[in-house]
């Protein structure tokens, strides 16, 4: 029988999901699905920096690890996520006082330390994640405050340095149409581009809501970055309903997904369509829009929702 895998093959795209750690490691369904049903995967919170490195100098990757081996034995491509970024970073770095020099050499160590770790290992980099406001303007965090707009830069090449196989992405969210934070994208990675920065991909997350409209110029916007010569891939898809959904709203979400799809489908290098979670069970959407929910392909039983449908459908 065909999975999301399998039809993404023919359509000349992998078909991912973000994966929790802990179901992977406790939740037998959980990691049947992940091994049946995607063709690519993405560590929700493994690869971070506050869980790689908790204490300063002391590394962790046992969780990462086990998804890279699981990805493995089942043929599976690994996105990583993320290497910088201004959220989920460890206390001893967000509490510390440190000089833009030595910030600047923590962060060189970061990259290098963790993209050497999993050299050979890891098909995309979300290296950068986030820098933008939706103004277009980049976003103050620790590493534009000290660092100033260069670290963006920095990041790609030591990076690059370390694993000069694997294909490096920006990655953020609110840039699935045409609009001030894509287009300032859009202008960043022409000026790396043109400074030969290796930057190879742009990453789209696609977390919508079924009380927004559904961003139908997505093609637009992704074939201006493929113009570039860049790849491009949907990261984190996933359509959020204000609980609890009705049939209307579920038919909205599974519209919702299809715009996203479509989009990557329209895109020619585009290569990777991943969804942020595929079972409403652990998402992380009612933890941080109180109120909404539901918004994977698989219900709750790991029941298939209309999303899933539209997207083998559209595949
Ligand atoms: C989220 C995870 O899903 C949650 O489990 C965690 O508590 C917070 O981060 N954009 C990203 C992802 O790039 O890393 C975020 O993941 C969701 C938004």
């Keep these: ?35 049946g049903e995607f ?19 002391t590394y962790d990757w046992a969780a990462a690890d086990e998804l890279v081996d699981f990805a493995k034995k089942n043929r599976q491509l690994v996105r990583g996520h993320t290497l910088v970024w201004h959220s989920q970073l460890p206390a001893w770095l967000n509490n510390g006082d440190f000089t833009a020099e030595e910030l600047r050499e923590i962060l060189h160590q970061h990259i290098t330390d963790q993209v050497t ?59 699935e149409g045409v609009n001030a934070k894509s287009t300032a994208l859009h202008e960043l990675v022409t000026g790396l581009r ?9 990453g789209i997350q696609g977390h919508l809501g079924v009380q927004y409209s559904a961003p139908h110029d997505i093609a637009d916007n992704m074939l201006r970055f493929d113009r570039l010569g860049l790849e491009t891939a949907i990261t984190e898809a996933d359509v959020r309903i204000p609980m609890p959904a009705d049939s209307t709203e579920l038919e909205a979400q599974a519209e ?16 990777d369509f991943t969804v942020w979670g595929f079972t409403d069970t652990y998402s992380w959407v009612p933890d941080t829009f109180p109120g909404q929910g539901a918004a994977n392909i698989f219900d709750a039983d790991y029941a ?10 559209t595949l």
């Design 1 to 35: 029988p065909q999975t999301l895998g399998t039809l993404g093959q023919k359509a000349g795209l992998r078909i991912g999901t973000a994966v929790n750690a802990t179901a992977l490691a406790e939740d037998a369904p959980y990691r049947a699905k992940v091994a």
């Design 39 to 57: 063709s690519s995967v993405t560590a929700e919170n493994a690869m971070k920096w506050e869980a790689v490195e908790p204490q300063r100098g």
């Design 117 to 175: 770790h999993f050299k050979g290992k890891i098909w995309q980099w979300d290296v950068v994640n986030e820098a933008f406001n939706e103004d277009g303007t980049l976003r103050d965090s620790i590493w534009l405050r000290k660092l100033g707009p260069g670290y963006i830069a920095d990041a790609f090449r030591w990076a690059h340095e370390a694993d000069p196989r694997a294909r490096l992405f920006i990655n953020d969210y609110n840039i």
């Design 194 to 202: 043109e400074q030969r920065v290796p930057v190879h991909g742009v």
């Design 256 to 271: 919702g997904y299809g715009v996203l799809l479509r989009g990557c489908l329209l895109t020619p290098g585009c290569n």
């Design 304 to 313: 298939p929702k209309p999303a899933y449908s539209t997207l083998r459908q």
